[in-house]
Each structure stands twice: as structure tokens, then as C-alpha cells.
């Protein structure tokens, strides 16, 4: 074996046994000493839905209120049916999310980036270690099952299989129902048949939640409340000033509630703390639907423009935990789909990907103690609402396909 060689095994086999310790590092060994809060509450949950229905909202986990629909409490049920033992339950669904995360890659490779190539090793290091992505394993919580399904509804709705794509997003709707904005664009682009599969798949499967229950009239009323108590105050009421909540609501709290530990009190006002981040959120909603219905007929545009939806759906929801952006995973994804396109704007998109991707010490006392340094701690926010800046901009200029192909006839 020529001297190359060997040198080229051992720099290879060097670089993936430092990956692999620093993924059994900051991946792995962090699961271990995790209380998996999030985890645990679905799994209490699942006990309540099988046998205490009414008790099903009155849950309270460590960071507010349960705020799943009932059809969450009956997947999760399964983990409770294998094994009534928290422990074992866990690491079932450790087994299952890591599963999900080696599926994802696959996806990439086959759709999104479908070279073996360092820029593709770089991508792949990007997600395993992406900071929200890391912490939702860490809580088990449940994004990186959604940023799996968004992925598999893009890839069913891009080679035009609607019926597939449209159960995809009815499983999207009932786990999350922050989906259901995106219904908007499929509204606009007249996709009606996807829309109709899609919210026969959301009947069938919240029929089945509540079929499923011993107790099925006590469970329809909680299907009731999840729908008009539940839900409104996921977009409407927000959730503590906490710096880990990376919302437009938090900030708000953060800049113009009374002072405390995680306060600035800039301006002293409850107006601006709790009605300001409406306005703010309508801005979104209304521009970005506005640009949508213009340029609905840039069918060459069309992977950004639902990438903006995406993002907005994500910047208005209120209570944003740092690991909910685990799903903005699935934003780069479609920035990589349309990479030609963003030509002139690569490096400012990849630098706020790479803000969101680092581990902020937001509790730190530098950061506590200062309170104009305390603006730093919404910086994973300012990053995402630039992200949506940079495809809204690109977006504006697109020309629509009829008028593109009628000038190049000319």
C-alpha cells in the first residue's frame, strides 16, 4: 500500500473518531442526565388520555400550560402501552429520534443536496449539531418529528404526489396546528385537491383520538377546548420574558415589562409588552400573504416563496422556545433548493443560519446584570426575522413565468 494511502486512512479515520466523540459528547451524554420534560409531560398525558380524559389539560409542565391536541396524548399512549416505566419509554424514544435524524440525512442526500462532497459533509455536521436541534433531543420534544414530516410533505408536494403530501400535512395539522397557516399558500396557489385530502386526513385522524379514548364524550369536549381555549392563546397570549424564548412576544416583555431578572424595562409599558407583538405579527402575516398573492404565478420561485411562509408562521408563533427551531432546518433546506437565486445573498443568509446554530449563554451574568447587553439575548430572533428579510426581498423582484417566457420570445 502506497505511504498516500495510509496517510489519507489515517487522516479519515482521525477526523470521524473526533465527530464521533464529539457527537457522543454533545449529543448523546446530554440525553443521559436530561429530565426530558417535554418527553415526560406527553407521557403523563398518555396515561391521562387512556384513563383520565378530563385531566388531559390540567397538566402543568415546568414552562407553561399542555398545550397539544389530544391526538399527541394518543401517539404518545403507545409508549405507555410498550412500557409503563419512564425509563424505558425514554429510551424508546431516543432509539426513534435518532432514526428520524438519520432518515433526515438520507433526505437531504436524495433531495435537496444530492452530492457526496465536503459542502455536504459541512450540511450534515450543520444539522446533527444544530444548538435547537440538540436541545430538543435533550427535552424530548417533538419538532424533529415535525421537521421530518415537513421535509417529507416538500418532497410529495414537489414531484406533484398531492395525496400523499396532503395526509403528510393532515398529520402535520393535528401534531402542531401551526401548520395550518401554511394552508394560505396552498390557498393561493389553488391547490385544492391537496387541501381537501389534507383536512380529510385532520377529521380522520382527530375522530380516531377520540375513538380511541374509554371515555369519549369527556375527550370531545377536550378536543373542544384544545380548539378555541388552547390554540388562540398559542398565537395570541405568549409566554414569559424568558430569554430562552426566542418569540416577538417574549422580546416584548423582555423590552417594556416592570424590571426583573430577565427584564430591560427600556420603556415602561404594559401597551407595548403585550399588545405590540400583535402588531407586529399582523406586519408579517399581511406582507407576506400580500407578496404570495402578487407573485403567485412565479412558479420558479416557488420553493422561497414557501420557505416565507414557513418563516412567518415561525416568527408569529408566541411561545418559541429556542429548540422549536429545530424546524428551521427545513427553511435551509429550501434556501439550498433555490441556491442559485440567492447568489448575492449567500453569505449574509448562511452567517444568521450559523447565529441561530451556536449556543447562546443567554443566564449569563454579563448579559443579566447589563441591561442594554440584554438586547443580545433576542439575537437568534433578529437573525430569523432577517432570514424572512432576505427571502421577502428576493421574492419582490421575481418576474412571473408568463412574462418571463414572452421575453425571451422576444
Known sequence: ?????????????????????????????????????????????SYNYLNAPDLLYAIVPYNGGYTYPPIVSMVYSIFYIISNNFETAKLLWIFINYSVLILIIVLVYKFYYTKIDVK??????????????????????????????????????????????????????????????LSFYFLIKKKYKFLIVAFCAVIILMFLAVAGANNKTELFYQTQKYIFVVVPNLFF???????????????????????????????????????????????????????????????????????????????????????????????????IKDYTLFENY??????????????????????LNANILQLFVNIKLFALCAIWYIVFKKIRHCVPTAKLSSKLDV
Open 1 to 45: 500500500m502506497k505511504k498516500s494511502n495510509v496517510f489519507k486512512i489515517i487522516i479519515y479515520s482521525s477526523i470521524i473518531l473526533i465527530l464521533l466523540w464529539l457527537f457522543y459528547k454533545f449529543n448523546y451524554l446530554p440525553l443521559l442526565d436530561s429530565w426530558f420534560v417535554d418527553f415526560k409531560t406527553n407521557y403523563q398525558a
Open 120 to 181: 455536504f459533509f459541512l450540511l450534515t455536521l450543520f444539522i446533527v449539531f444544530f444548538k435547537p436541534l440538540r436541545d430538543n433531543l435533550k427535552y424530548g420534544n417533538i419538532k424533529l418529528i415535525l421537521l421530518f414530516l415537513f421535509i417529507l410533505l416538500h418532497i410529495f408536494y414537489d414531484k406533484k404526489k398531492y395525496i400523499w403530501a396532503g395526509i403528510v400535512y393532515g398529520f402535520l395539522i393535528v401534531l402542531s396546528v401551526q401548520p395550518i397557516i
Open 237 to 335: 397570549e405568549g409566554a414569559s420574558a424568558a430569554p430562552y424564548i426566542q418569540s416577538i412576544d417574549a422580546m416584548c416583555k423582555r423590552l417594556f415589562l416592570d424590571y426583573n431578572e430577565y427584564t430591560i424595562e427600556l420603556f415602561k409599558s404594559h401597551f407595548l409588552a403585550l399588545k405590540l407583538p400583535i402588531i407586529i405579527k399582523l406586519f408579517f402575516v399581511v406582507y407576506t400573504l400580500a407578496l404570495l398573492y402578487k407573485n403567485r404565478k412565479c412558479s420558479n420561485f416557488e420553493h422561497s416563496q414557501l420557505n416565507l411562509i414557513f418563516l412567518m408562521m415561525v416568527l408569529i408563533h408566541s411561545i418559541n422556545w429556542e429548540y422549536h427551531y429545530t424546524i428551521l432546518i427545513f427553511s435551509l433546506l429550501l434556501i
Open 346 to 367: 449567500r453569505i449574509p443568509l448562511f452567517l444568521m443560519f450559523f447565529i441561530i446554530f451556536l449556543p447562546i449563554p443567554y443566564d449569563n451574568k454579563i448579559f
